[in-house]
């Protein structure tokens, strides 16, 4: 029996609380992405989900000492890679 090796989230939105990533991009307008990129949220940078309101949305990031709230819509444009 072989176990399926462990797939790390596609999206900051994919992200359960506690785990964290590495930003490998962002799919938003120019405006939004350079709004993210100015609060940290950079190629190679790493955000974990600190936690999520009572409904799930929005939820709250930590990233470079600093928690900031995103809805699950950006959330959800923001690509993570694997951490190796």
């Known amino acids: 029996m072989s176990l399926a090796p462990s797939v790390a ?4 939105a994919d ?3 506690g785990q964290s990533g590495l930003v490998e ?3 938003l307008d120019e405006g939004d992405a350079r709004r993210l990129m100015e609060l940290g949220f ?3 940078a790493t955000v974990q989900l600190s936690r999520r309101t ?6 709250v990031y930590r990233i470079d000492d600093a928690d900031i709230g995103l809805r699950r819509e ?3 444009k923001i690509h993570l ?3 190796t």
């Open 74 to 76: 950006t959330a959800a």
């Open 25 to 27: 991009r962002l799919e």
């Open 54 to 59: 009572p409904f799930g949305d929005p939820s």
């Open 81 to 83: 890679r694997d951490q």
């Open 42 to 44: 950079l190629p190679g």
């Open 9 to 12: 989230p596609h999206t900051l």
């Open 15 to 17: 992200l359960k609380p």
